[in-house]
C-alpha cells in the first residue's frame, strides 16, 4: 500500500540552527502538507501546498518556516533558525485531491519527524 | 469547517464493538465526515469518511444521521491495538484552503482486556 515516508524520524538541533525535513509524499498526489504536533497537545496545520507554491497556511508559519518540491519526489519543510518551542513531531501528509466533492481527496500522513530543539 | 464534539474518553471491552458518537450539528451540504486515529503519537491513520450514506470498510463502519448532524464510528470487535485518540473531522472534500484538516481533541479510546 502506497504511503508517505518521512526523514529523519527523530532530529536534535541546537536552538538557531537551520533544521529540514523531508518527505516523499505518495506517488501521483497533487496536494501537500505539514502539520506538528507539541507533546501532549492537538495536531496542528502549518501549511498546504499544491503546483508548486503554497495554497493555504496558518499563523504557526511564520518567516522562519518554508517549504519546496526540489524535484519530483520530495517535499521538505525547512525551519531556519529554530526556537526551543519548535520542538515537536512533524508530520507530511498529501492527497490525490483533484476537483470538487471528489470523493478520493483523501489525506494520508507519514510517521512523522520528532524534532529536539535543544 | 465546521466544528465536532466528541467526548474526551470511552472504554471498551476487547472483542466487543466500539461505537464513538460525534456531533457536527453547524456541518454544510458539501462537508464530509472524516475519521482519523492516532495511536501513540504516530502519524494520523485514515479510517473512514462519509457524505450522507452510512460507510463500511475494512476498518470500520460509519453511521451518519438523516439530518447529518451527528455521526458514530464503529469498530466491530475492538482489539488491544485499537487503543488510539479518534478523531472526527468535517472538511469540505476539495483542495485548497477549504479542504484541510483541522484536528480537535479527540476521544481517546482505551480497549480493556
Known amino acids: 500500500e502506497p504511503e508517505v515516508t518521512q526523514t529523519p524520524s527523530h532530529q536534535v538541533t541546537q536552538m538557531g540552527q537551520e533544521v529540514i525535513l523531508r518527505c516523499v509524499p505518495i506517488?501521483?498526489?497533487?496536494?501537500f502538507y505539514w502539520y506538528r504536533q507539541i507533546l501532549g497537545q492537538k495536531v496542528e496545520f502549518l501549511v498546504s501546498?499544491?503546483?508548486?507554491?503554497?495554497?493555504?497556511k496558518s499563523e504557526i508559519f511564520d518567516d522562519q518556516f518554508s517549504v519546496e518540491r526540489p524535484d519530483g519526489s520530495n517535499f521538505t519543510l525547512k525551519i531556519r533558525s529554530t526556537k526551543l518551542e519548535d520542538s515537536a513531531m512533524y508530520f507530511c501528509?498529501?492527497?490525490?485531491?483533484?476537483?470538487?466533492?471528489?470523493?478520493?481527496?483523501?489525506?494520508?500522513f507519514g510517521e512523522g519527524s520528532w524534532l529536539t530543539v535543544v | 469547517d465546521a466544528k465536532t464534539t466528541q467526548p474526551p474518553s470511552m472504554d471498551c471491552a476487547e472483542g466487543r464493538a466500539a461505537n464513538l458518537p460525534c456531533n457536527h450539528s453547524?456541518?454544510?451540504?458539501?462537508?464530509?465526515v472524516y475519521w482519523y486515529r492516532q495511536i501513540h503519537s504516530q502519524g494520523p491513520q485514515y479510517i473512514i469518511h462519509g457524505l450522507k450514506n452510512n460507510e463500511t470498510n475494512e476498518m470500520a463502519s460509519l453511521i451518519i444521521t438523516e439530518d447529518r448532524k451527528s455521526s458514530t464510528l464503529i469498530l466491530p470487535h475492538a482489539t488491544l491495538r485499537d487503543t488510539a485518540v479518534y478523531y472526527c473531522i468535517v472538511r469540505a472534500n476539495y483542495g485548497g484552503s477549504q479542504g484541510n484538516l483541522i484536528f480537535g481533541k479527540g476521544t481517546k479510546l482505551s480497549v480493556k482486556p
Open positions: 501528509a498529501s492527497s490525490a485531491g483533484t476537483g470538487l466533492f471528489f470523493s478520493g481527496n483523501t489525506i494520508y
Open positions: 506517488s501521483n498526489h497533487l496536494y
Open positions: 453547524t456541518i454544510s451540504g458539501n462537508e464530509y
Open positions: 501546498f499544491y503546483n508548486n507554491e503554497i495554497s493555504e
